[in-house]
Protein backbone atom coordinates (compact mmCIF):
# COMPACT_ATOMS: atom_id res chain seq x y z
CA UNK A 1 0.00 0.00 0.00
CA UNK A 2 1.13 3.59 -0.80
CA UNK A 3 0.44 6.88 0.97
CA UNK A 4 0.93 7.89 4.60
CA UNK A 5 -0.79 7.17 8.11
CA UNK A 6 -1.31 10.62 9.84
CA UNK A 7 -0.57 9.40 13.25
CA UNK A 8 -0.22 10.47 16.58
CA UNK A 9 3.10 9.73 18.74
CA UNK A 10 3.27 5.89 18.32
CA UNK A 11 5.43 5.25 21.13
CA UNK A 12 4.46 7.75 23.77
CA UNK A 13 3.28 4.73 26.05
CA UNK A 14 6.69 3.34 26.28
CA UNK A 15 8.77 6.26 29.09
CA UNK A 16 6.31 4.54 31.18
CA UNK A 17 7.78 0.90 30.72
CA UNK A 18 11.28 1.79 32.20
CA UNK A 19 12.67 -1.46 30.60
CA UNK A 20 9.93 -3.66 31.55
CA UNK A 21 10.99 -6.13 29.04
CA UNK A 22 6.79 -7.76 28.77
CA UNK A 23 6.04 -11.01 27.76
CA UNK A 24 7.38 -10.99 24.13
CA UNK A 25 5.40 -10.67 20.99
CA UNK A 26 2.08 -10.58 21.14
CA UNK A 27 0.25 -13.48 19.45
CA UNK A 28 -1.15 -13.85 15.74
CA UNK A 29 -4.69 -12.78 15.32
CA UNK A 30 -6.22 -15.67 12.80
CA UNK A 31 -9.70 -13.45 12.01
CA UNK A 32 -10.80 -13.10 8.79
CA UNK A 33 -12.52 -9.83 7.34
CA UNK A 34 -16.39 -10.62 7.61
CA UNK A 35 -18.65 -9.00 5.96
CA UNK A 36 -22.64 -8.90 5.82
CA UNK A 37 -24.32 -9.88 2.73
CA UNK A 38 -25.76 -6.45 1.07
CA UNK A 39 -29.43 -6.50 -0.83
CA UNK A 40 -29.12 -5.52 -3.99
CA UNK A 41 -32.28 -5.24 -6.51
CA UNK A 42 -30.92 -5.43 -9.79
CA UNK A 43 -32.76 -4.73 -13.30
CA UNK A 44 -33.04 -7.88 -15.29
CA UNK A 45 -34.47 -7.03 -18.93
CA UNK A 46 -35.08 -10.16 -21.54
CA UNK A 47 -35.59 -9.39 -24.79
CA UNK A 48 -37.68 -11.26 -27.38
CA UNK A 49 -37.56 -10.77 -31.26
CA UNK A 50 -40.74 -10.20 -32.48
CA UNK A 51 -40.24 -11.77 -35.85
CA UNK A 52 -40.12 -15.06 -33.69
CA UNK A 53 -43.59 -14.66 -33.15
CA UNK A 54 -44.73 -13.69 -36.79
CA UNK A 55 -42.72 -16.65 -37.99
CA UNK A 56 -44.79 -19.09 -35.29
CA UNK A 57 -47.93 -17.61 -36.50
CA UNK A 58 -46.95 -18.09 -40.31
CA UNK A 59 -46.61 -21.48 -39.92
CA UNK A 60 -50.20 -22.40 -38.11
CA UNK A 61 -52.22 -20.15 -40.52
CA UNK A 62 -52.89 -21.37 -43.77
CA UNK A 63 -52.40 -19.68 -47.28
CA UNK A 64 -55.63 -20.10 -48.79
CA UNK A 65 -58.53 -19.10 -46.17
CA UNK A 66 -61.60 -20.23 -47.53
CA UNK A 67 -62.52 -21.41 -51.15
CA UNK A 68 -65.98 -20.14 -52.20
CA UNK A 69 -68.27 -22.54 -54.37
CA UNK A 70 -71.89 -21.54 -54.76
CA UNK A 71 -74.46 -22.49 -57.88
CA UNK A 72 -77.48 -21.33 -58.39
CA UNK A 73 -76.91 -17.62 -56.99
CA UNK A 74 -79.55 -14.59 -57.90
CA UNK A 75 -77.35 -12.48 -59.26
CA UNK A 76 -79.61 -10.26 -61.33
CA UNK A 77 -82.96 -9.69 -59.59
CA UNK A 78 -86.02 -9.45 -61.75
CA UNK A 79 -87.17 -6.20 -62.98
CA UNK A 80 -90.64 -4.64 -64.68
CA UNK A 81 -90.41 -3.28 -68.12
CA UNK A 82 -92.86 -0.96 -69.60
CA UNK A 83 -92.63 -2.53 -73.28
CA UNK A 84 -95.97 0.39 -74.25
CA UNK A 85 -98.34 -2.51 -75.48
CA UNK A 86 -97.75 -4.45 -72.17
CA UNK A 87 -95.69 -4.48 -69.40
CA UNK A 88 -93.42 -7.77 -68.58
CA UNK A 89 -91.14 -9.16 -65.58
CA UNK A 90 -87.48 -10.21 -66.65
CA UNK A 91 -86.60 -13.55 -65.10
CA UNK A 92 -83.81 -13.56 -62.39
CA UNK A 93 -80.98 -14.04 -63.54
CA UNK A 94 -78.65 -16.76 -61.89
CA UNK A 95 -74.71 -17.53 -61.54
CA UNK A 96 -72.61 -19.52 -59.68
CA UNK A 97 -70.14 -17.70 -57.56
CA UNK A 98 -66.65 -19.25 -56.98
CA UNK A 99 -63.06 -17.97 -55.63
CA UNK A 100 -60.89 -18.29 -52.95
CA UNK A 101 -59.66 -15.36 -50.42
CA UNK A 102 -55.44 -15.94 -49.91
CA UNK A 103 -53.07 -13.90 -47.36
CA UNK A 104 -49.98 -13.01 -47.60
CA UNK A 105 -47.00 -12.69 -45.80
CA UNK A 106 -47.66 -11.62 -41.72
CA UNK A 107 -45.85 -8.72 -40.65
CA UNK A 108 -45.31 -7.71 -37.22
CA UNK A 109 -44.30 -4.66 -35.08
CA UNK A 110 -45.90 -2.59 -32.43
CA UNK A 111 -45.42 0.15 -29.72
CA UNK A 112 -45.50 0.99 -26.00
CA UNK A 113 -47.62 -2.26 -24.58
CA UNK A 114 -49.41 -3.39 -28.26
CA UNK A 115 -48.04 -6.04 -30.86
CA UNK A 116 -50.20 -5.76 -34.33
CA UNK A 117 -49.74 -8.37 -36.56
CA UNK A 118 -50.82 -7.06 -40.70
CA UNK A 119 -52.43 -9.78 -42.76
CA UNK A 120 -52.79 -9.13 -46.10
CA UNK A 121 -55.62 -10.48 -47.73
CA UNK A 122 -56.77 -10.91 -51.40
CA UNK A 123 -60.09 -12.15 -52.95
CA UNK A 124 -60.79 -13.34 -56.58
CA UNK A 125 -64.11 -14.21 -57.00
CA UNK A 126 -66.07 -15.06 -60.02
CA UNK A 127 -69.69 -15.27 -61.38
CA UNK A 128 -70.06 -17.70 -63.75
CA UNK A 129 -72.87 -19.48 -65.72
CA UNK A 130 -74.61 -16.07 -65.86
CA UNK A 131 -77.93 -17.25 -67.18
CA UNK A 132 -76.97 -18.14 -70.16
CA UNK A 133 -76.21 -14.83 -71.15
CA UNK A 134 -72.43 -14.56 -70.36
CA UNK A 135 -70.05 -16.89 -69.70
CA UNK A 136 -67.99 -14.88 -66.60
CA UNK A 137 -67.33 -11.96 -64.87
CA UNK A 138 -64.35 -11.74 -62.31
CA UNK A 139 -63.49 -9.57 -59.49
CA UNK A 140 -60.26 -8.93 -57.02
CA UNK A 141 -60.42 -7.05 -54.01
CA UNK A 142 -57.93 -6.46 -51.12
CA UNK A 143 -57.78 -6.08 -47.27
CA UNK A 144 -55.55 -5.61 -44.37
CA UNK A 145 -56.29 -7.81 -41.33
CA UNK A 146 -54.59 -6.31 -38.19
CA UNK A 147 -54.20 -8.11 -35.55
CA UNK A 148 -54.56 -6.48 -31.99
CA UNK A 149 -52.49 -8.65 -29.30
CA UNK A 150 -51.45 -7.45 -25.85
CA UNK A 151 -49.48 -9.96 -23.50
CA UNK A 152 -49.40 -10.67 -19.63
CA UNK A 153 -46.98 -13.39 -17.70
CA UNK A 154 -49.22 -16.18 -15.62
CA UNK A 155 -47.41 -17.48 -12.65
CA UNK A 156 -45.98 -19.83 -14.11
CA UNK A 157 -43.92 -17.30 -16.02
CA UNK A 158 -45.59 -18.24 -19.72
CA UNK A 159 -46.38 -15.39 -21.57
CA UNK A 160 -50.38 -15.13 -22.41
CA UNK A 161 -52.50 -12.71 -24.78
CA UNK A 162 -55.68 -11.22 -25.53
CA UNK A 163 -55.89 -10.80 -29.33
CA UNK A 164 -58.59 -8.26 -31.65
CA UNK A 165 -58.82 -8.58 -35.63
CA UNK A 166 -60.63 -6.10 -37.60
CA UNK A 167 -59.90 -5.22 -40.93
CA UNK A 168 -60.00 -3.01 -44.06
CA UNK A 169 -61.23 -3.25 -47.53
CA UNK A 170 -58.78 -1.29 -49.70
CA UNK A 171 -61.13 -2.82 -52.61
CA UNK A 172 -64.51 -4.22 -51.38
CA UNK A 173 -64.66 -6.81 -53.80
CA UNK A 174 -67.43 -7.13 -56.30
CA UNK A 175 -68.73 -7.58 -60.06
CA UNK A 176 -70.21 -5.91 -62.24
CA UNK A 177 -73.16 -7.87 -64.26
CA UNK A 178 -75.14 -6.07 -66.57
CA UNK A 179 -74.54 -3.02 -64.88
CA UNK A 180 -75.35 -4.29 -61.57
CA UNK A 181 -73.06 -4.57 -58.54
CA UNK A 182 -72.97 -7.57 -56.41
CA UNK A 183 -70.73 -7.03 -53.52
CA UNK A 184 -69.21 -10.33 -51.65
CA UNK A 185 -68.53 -8.33 -47.96
CA UNK A 186 -70.79 -10.11 -46.39
CA UNK A 187 -69.89 -13.41 -47.47
CA UNK A 188 -66.12 -12.69 -46.54
CA UNK A 189 -67.22 -11.32 -43.13
CA UNK A 190 -68.95 -14.47 -41.82
CA UNK A 191 -65.14 -16.26 -43.42
CA UNK A 192 -63.34 -14.20 -41.51
CA UNK A 193 -64.61 -15.02 -38.40
CA UNK A 194 -63.01 -18.64 -38.13
CA UNK A 195 -59.97 -17.43 -39.28
CA UNK A 196 -60.21 -14.69 -36.10
CA UNK A 197 -61.36 -17.84 -33.94
CA UNK A 198 -58.31 -19.95 -34.89
CA UNK A 199 -55.94 -17.54 -33.99
CA UNK A 200 -57.32 -16.83 -30.71
CA UNK A 201 -57.17 -20.39 -29.83
CA UNK A 202 -53.16 -20.79 -31.20
CA UNK A 203 -51.94 -17.53 -29.80
CA UNK A 204 -51.35 -18.92 -26.49
CA UNK A 205 -49.42 -21.69 -27.76
CA UNK A 206 -47.73 -19.65 -30.47
CA UNK A 207 -46.40 -17.09 -27.79
CA UNK A 208 -45.10 -19.91 -25.80
CA UNK A 209 -42.67 -20.78 -28.42
CA UNK A 210 -41.12 -17.61 -28.49
CA UNK A 211 -39.35 -19.30 -25.35
CA UNK A 212 -39.93 -16.46 -23.02
CA UNK A 213 -40.33 -18.72 -20.00
CA UNK A 214 -37.06 -20.03 -20.54
CA UNK A 215 -34.82 -17.29 -21.35
CA UNK A 216 -36.09 -16.10 -17.76
CA UNK A 217 -35.46 -19.51 -16.37
CA UNK A 218 -31.77 -19.47 -17.76
CA UNK A 219 -31.22 -15.63 -16.77
CA UNK A 220 -32.60 -16.97 -13.41
CA UNK A 221 -29.75 -19.96 -12.72
CA UNK A 222 -26.89 -17.70 -14.76
CA UNK A 223 -27.21 -14.80 -12.08
CA UNK A 224 -26.33 -17.80 -9.04
CA UNK A 225 -22.86 -16.26 -10.60
CA UNK A 226 -19.14 -15.35 -8.11
CA UNK A 227 -17.60 -12.27 -10.05
CA UNK A 228 -14.20 -10.74 -9.35
CA UNK A 229 -13.84 -7.32 -8.91
CA UNK A 230 -9.85 -7.46 -7.80
CA UNK A 231 -7.97 -9.95 -8.89
CA UNK A 232 -4.72 -9.30 -7.15
CA UNK A 233 -3.42 -7.11 -4.04
CA UNK A 234 -6.03 -8.60 -2.93
CA UNK A 235 -8.03 -10.69 -4.49
CA UNK A 236 -11.69 -9.46 -4.22
CA UNK A 237 -14.67 -11.39 -5.14
CA UNK A 238 -18.48 -10.65 -5.02
CA UNK A 239 -21.06 -13.98 -4.75
CA UNK A 240 -24.31 -13.32 -6.18
CA UNK A 241 -27.44 -15.58 -4.98
CA UNK A 242 -30.69 -14.13 -6.26
CA UNK A 243 -33.58 -14.40 -3.76
CA UNK A 244 -36.90 -13.88 -5.98
CA UNK A 245 -37.61 -12.81 -9.23
CA UNK A 246 -40.61 -9.83 -9.98
CA UNK A 247 -42.46 -8.96 -13.77
CA UNK A 248 -42.97 -5.22 -14.30
CA UNK A 249 -44.73 -5.55 -17.61
CA UNK A 250 -43.06 -4.88 -21.15
CA UNK A 251 -42.44 -2.56 -23.93
CA UNK A 252 -42.66 -2.74 -27.78
CA UNK A 253 -40.43 -1.14 -30.02
CA UNK A 254 -40.44 -2.16 -33.53
CA UNK A 255 -39.60 -5.75 -33.53
CA UNK A 256 -38.21 -6.16 -30.13
CA UNK A 257 -40.39 -6.98 -26.83
CA UNK A 258 -38.31 -6.28 -23.63
CA UNK A 259 -39.59 -7.48 -20.46
CA UNK A 260 -39.08 -5.57 -17.47
CA UNK A 261 -37.93 -7.40 -14.74
CA UNK A 262 -36.08 -7.07 -11.13
CA UNK A 263 -34.40 -9.40 -9.21
CA UNK A 264 -33.73 -8.91 -5.95
CA UNK A 265 -30.48 -11.01 -4.77
CA UNK A 266 -27.54 -11.12 -2.21
CA UNK A 267 -24.64 -9.48 -2.99
CA UNK A 268 -21.37 -11.05 -0.67
CA UNK A 269 -18.06 -9.70 -0.52
CA UNK A 270 -15.00 -12.17 -0.16
CA UNK A 271 -11.10 -11.23 0.18
CA UNK A 272 -9.06 -14.11 -0.64
CA UNK A 273 -9.81 -16.77 -2.34
CA UNK A 274 -12.29 -17.48 -4.74
CA UNK A 275 -15.34 -18.89 -3.03
CA UNK A 276 -18.01 -21.01 -4.67
CA UNK A 277 -20.66 -20.34 -6.93
CA UNK A 278 -24.20 -20.65 -4.77
CA UNK A 279 -26.33 -23.60 -5.70
CA UNK A 280 -28.87 -22.33 -7.81
CA UNK A 281 -32.37 -22.77 -6.69
CA UNK A 282 -35.71 -23.20 -8.83
CA UNK A 283 -37.19 -20.30 -10.48
CA UNK A 284 -40.22 -18.96 -7.99
CA UNK A 285 -43.82 -18.21 -9.02
CA UNK A 286 -43.58 -14.75 -10.77
CA UNK A 287 -44.40 -11.66 -8.53
CA UNK A 288 -45.65 -8.20 -9.28
CA UNK A 289 -42.87 -5.56 -9.47
CA UNK A 290 -43.00 -3.24 -6.75
CA UNK A 291 -40.33 0.07 -6.37
CA UNK A 292 -37.22 1.23 -8.08
CA UNK A 293 -35.21 -1.68 -9.62
CA UNK A 294 -31.35 -1.19 -10.69
CA UNK A 295 -29.92 -0.72 -7.57
CA UNK A 296 -26.71 -2.91 -6.71
CA UNK A 297 -25.04 -2.84 -3.32
CA UNK A 298 -21.63 -4.00 -2.63
CA UNK A 299 -18.83 -3.89 0.11
CA UNK A 300 -14.99 -3.20 -1.24
CA UNK A 301 -12.35 -3.54 1.59
CA UNK A 302 -9.36 -1.33 0.38
CA UNK A 303 -7.07 -3.69 2.07
CA UNK A 304 -3.03 -2.74 3.45
CA UNK A 305 -1.34 -6.21 3.32
CA UNK A 306 1.05 -5.81 6.78
CA UNK A 307 4.11 -7.17 4.56
CA UNK A 308 3.61 -4.02 2.51
CA UNK A 309 4.56 -1.81 5.42
CA UNK A 310 7.42 -3.40 6.19
CA UNK A 311 9.88 -2.32 3.67
CA UNK A 312 8.18 1.01 4.29
CA UNK A 313 9.22 1.30 7.92
CA UNK A 314 12.38 -0.42 7.32
CA UNK A 315 13.66 2.11 4.77
CA UNK A 316 12.86 5.17 6.57
CA UNK A 317 14.77 3.56 10.32
CA UNK A 318 18.09 2.29 7.67
CA UNK A 319 17.72 6.01 6.38
CA UNK A 320 17.69 7.76 9.64
CA UNK A 321 20.61 5.65 11.13
CA UNK A 322 23.23 7.04 9.06
CA UNK A 323 23.42 9.75 12.23
CA UNK A 324 23.67 9.06 15.73
CA UNK A 325 20.46 9.53 17.76
CA UNK A 326 20.79 11.73 21.42
CA UNK A 327 19.65 10.28 23.68
CA UNK A 328 19.18 12.15 27.75
CA UNK A 329 21.54 10.73 30.15
CA UNK A 330 23.26 8.71 27.44
CA UNK A 331 24.49 11.06 24.95
CA UNK A 332 24.89 10.18 21.13
CA UNK A 333 23.54 6.47 20.48
CA UNK A 334 24.41 4.84 17.23
CA UNK A 335 21.71 2.21 16.23
CA UNK A 336 21.39 -0.54 13.58
CA UNK A 337 17.69 -1.53 12.50
CA UNK A 338 17.62 -5.40 11.02
CA UNK A 339 14.55 -6.21 10.67
CA UNK A 340 10.74 -4.50 10.81
CA UNK A 341 7.62 -7.13 11.30
CA UNK A 342 4.01 -6.20 11.45
CA UNK A 343 1.06 -8.07 11.77
CA UNK A 344 -2.68 -8.30 13.42
CA UNK A 345 -2.93 -9.44 16.72
CA UNK A 346 -5.70 -9.23 18.94
CA UNK A 347 -8.24 -6.81 19.83
CA UNK A 348 -8.37 -5.02 16.60
CA UNK A 349 -4.80 -4.18 17.36
CA UNK A 350 -1.70 -4.10 15.29
CA UNK A 351 1.71 -5.33 16.64
CA UNK A 352 5.29 -3.73 15.17
CA UNK A 353 8.15 -5.58 16.30
CA UNK A 354 11.48 -3.78 15.54
CA UNK A 355 14.65 -5.65 16.11
CA UNK A 356 17.62 -3.55 16.16
CA UNK A 357 20.96 -3.06 18.00
CA UNK A 358 22.08 0.31 19.79
CA UNK A 359 25.57 1.49 21.11
CA UNK A 360 26.84 4.45 22.98
CA UNK A 361 29.57 6.43 20.87
CA UNK A 362 31.06 7.45 24.08
CA UNK A 363 31.17 3.26 24.80
CA UNK A 364 30.28 3.55 28.61
CA UNK A 365 26.97 1.88 28.32
CA UNK A 366 27.88 -1.25 25.67
CA UNK A 367 26.05 -2.80 22.77
CA UNK A 368 22.31 -3.58 23.27
CA UNK A 369 20.68 -5.99 20.77
CA UNK A 370 16.57 -7.05 20.99
CA UNK A 371 13.47 -6.78 19.22
CA UNK A 372 10.80 -4.17 20.83
CA UNK A 373 6.82 -4.65 20.32
CA UNK A 374 4.62 -2.23 20.15
CA UNK A 375 0.60 -2.50 19.62
CA UNK A 376 -1.59 0.36 18.69
CA UNK A 377 -5.27 0.71 17.69
CA UNK A 378 -5.19 2.20 14.15
CA UNK A 379 -8.74 4.53 13.94
CA UNK A 380 -10.06 6.77 11.31
CA UNK A 381 -13.31 8.90 11.27
CA UNK A 382 -15.86 7.81 9.14
CA UNK A 383 -15.87 9.19 5.41
CA UNK A 384 -11.92 9.42 6.06
CA UNK A 385 -9.25 7.82 5.08
CA UNK A 386 -6.54 9.02 7.87
CA UNK A 387 -5.37 6.63 10.04
CA UNK A 388 -4.17 7.54 13.73
CA UNK A 389 -3.65 5.45 16.50
CA UNK A 390 -4.72 5.11 19.89
CA UNK A 391 -4.39 2.73 22.82
CA UNK A 392 -0.45 3.02 22.29
CA UNK A 393 1.90 0.99 24.34
CA UNK A 394 4.57 -1.98 24.50
CA UNK A 395 3.86 -5.75 24.80
CA UNK A 396 7.27 -6.52 25.75
CA UNK A 397 10.41 -7.09 24.45
CA UNK A 398 12.36 -10.77 22.63
CA UNK A 399 15.85 -12.00 21.99
CA UNK A 400 17.15 -8.89 24.35
CA UNK A 401 20.91 -8.89 24.92
CA UNK A 402 22.74 -6.20 27.38
CA UNK A 403 21.28 -3.31 29.16
CA UNK A 404 17.64 -1.07 28.41
CA UNK A 405 19.33 1.39 25.78
CA UNK A 406 17.23 -0.02 22.87
CA UNK A 407 14.52 0.90 25.51
CA UNK A 408 16.08 4.41 25.89
CA UNK A 409 16.65 5.01 22.23
CA UNK A 410 13.04 4.62 21.59
CA UNK A 411 12.42 7.02 24.51
CA UNK A 412 14.93 9.50 22.98
CA UNK A 413 13.17 12.84 22.13
CA UNK A 414 11.40 12.67 18.29
CA UNK A 415 12.29 9.11 18.13
CA UNK A 416 7.98 8.38 18.36
CA UNK A 417 6.87 10.84 16.25
CA UNK A 418 9.58 9.74 13.50
CA UNK A 419 8.70 6.45 13.36
CA UNK A 420 5.13 7.37 13.64
CA UNK A 421 5.32 9.27 10.28
CA UNK A 422 7.48 6.42 8.69
CA UNK A 423 4.37 3.98 9.69
CA UNK A 424 1.65 7.08 8.57
CA UNK A 425 -0.13 6.04 5.76
CA UNK A 426 -3.10 7.36 3.78
CA UNK A 427 -5.56 5.02 2.22
CA UNK A 428 -6.65 7.78 -0.69
CA UNK A 429 -4.56 7.09 -3.36
CA UNK A 430 -5.41 2.62 -2.91
CA UNK A 431 -8.99 3.83 -2.55
CA UNK A 432 -9.09 5.61 -5.85
CA UNK A 433 -7.18 2.36 -7.45
CA UNK A 434 -10.06 -0.27 -5.76
CA UNK A 435 -12.66 1.71 -6.91
CA UNK A 436 -11.37 2.42 -10.31
CA UNK A 437 -10.70 -1.30 -10.85
CA UNK A 438 -14.25 -2.77 -9.03
CA UNK A 439 -15.84 0.05 -11.61
CA UNK A 440 -13.92 -1.52 -14.88
CA UNK A 441 -14.94 -4.70 -13.44
CA UNK A 442 -18.60 -4.76 -13.21
CA UNK A 443 -19.14 -2.19 -16.44
CA UNK A 444 -19.43 -4.38 -18.59
CA UNK A 445 -18.92 -8.47 -17.59
CA UNK A 446 -19.47 -11.22 -19.63
CA UNK A 447 -20.07 -14.10 -17.17
CA UNK A 448 -21.27 -17.41 -19.10
CA UNK A 449 -24.38 -16.01 -20.55
CA UNK A 450 -24.77 -13.84 -18.18
CA UNK A 451 -23.84 -10.00 -19.15
CA UNK A 452 -23.85 -7.35 -16.20
CA UNK A 453 -23.06 -3.71 -16.65
CA UNK A 454 -23.26 -1.98 -13.62
CA UNK A 455 -22.32 1.72 -12.55
CA UNK A 456 -21.27 2.59 -9.45
CA UNK A 457 -22.45 6.32 -7.84
CA UNK A 458 -22.54 6.38 -4.46
CA UNK A 459 -19.34 5.22 -1.70
CA UNK A 460 -18.93 5.72 1.87
CA UNK A 461 -16.21 4.77 4.01
CA UNK A 462 -16.34 2.94 7.92
CA UNK A 463 -13.53 2.38 10.24
CA UNK A 464 -10.69 0.53 10.12
CA UNK A 465 -9.75 -2.76 11.42
CA UNK A 466 -7.16 -4.25 12.50
CA UNK A 467 -7.64 -8.36 11.18
CA UNK A 468 -5.39 -11.17 11.10
CA UNK A 469 -5.92 -10.85 6.99
CA UNK A 470 -4.86 -7.18 7.17
CA UNK A 471 -5.48 -3.55 7.83
CA UNK A 472 -8.56 -2.53 5.85
CA UNK A 473 -10.55 0.27 5.17
CA UNK A 474 -14.65 -0.95 4.60
CA UNK A 475 -16.00 0.64 1.43
CA UNK A 476 -19.78 0.52 0.68
CA UNK A 477 -20.71 1.83 -2.48
CA UNK A 478 -24.03 1.57 -4.41
CA UNK A 479 -24.86 2.37 -7.97
CA UNK A 480 -27.28 1.32 -10.70
CA UNK A 481 -26.59 -2.58 -12.23
CA UNK A 482 -28.67 -4.12 -14.86
CA UNK A 483 -28.01 -8.02 -16.09
CA UNK A 484 -29.22 -9.45 -18.96
CA UNK A 485 -28.20 -12.77 -20.98
CA UNK A 486 -25.76 -12.52 -24.03
CA UNK A 487 -25.91 -14.24 -26.91
CA UNK A 488 -23.51 -16.74 -27.20
CA UNK A 489 -22.11 -15.81 -30.40
CA UNK A 490 -22.47 -12.07 -28.99
CA UNK A 491 -18.39 -12.84 -29.08
CA UNK A 492 -18.17 -10.36 -25.57
CA UNK A 493 -15.34 -10.96 -23.42
CA UNK A 494 -14.67 -10.89 -19.58
CA UNK A 495 -13.26 -7.54 -18.62
CA UNK A 496 -10.98 -8.41 -15.39
CA UNK A 497 -9.58 -5.90 -12.99
CA UNK A 498 -6.10 -5.40 -13.20
Not at 217 to 224: G, I, K, N, P, T
Not at 411 to 437: C, T
Request: include cysteine; glycine fraction near 10%.
Amino acid sequence: MRGRWSSAVLLLALAACSGKHGGGAPPHAKDRIEVKPELSTLTLPLEANLDDLAATLERAVPRQLWAIDKPDQPCVPPKKLDLGIAKVKTPTIKCRIVGEVTRGRMTIGGQGQVIRLAMPLHAVVRAEDIGGVLKRETATADAMAHAVITLSLGPDWNPRGKIDIDYDWANVPHVEILGQRIEFTDKADQKLEPVIAKLERELPGELQKLGVRQKIEDAWRSAFTTLSLNRENPPVWMRVTPKQLRYGGYAITGKRLELRLGMEATTETFVGQKPADPAPTPLPPMQPLQGETGKVSLFLPVIADYRELEPVLMKALVKRQARPFEVPGVGPVRATFEKATIYGTKGGQMAVGLLFSAEDVAGNIGRTRGTVWLTATPVNLPNSRKVDFQNLGVSGTTDMTGGDLILQLMNAPGMSSFIAAALSQNFERDYGELLGKVSRAISSRREGVLRIDAKLERTRTGTLQASGQGLYLPVWAEGTATVRLASPTSGGEKHHAR
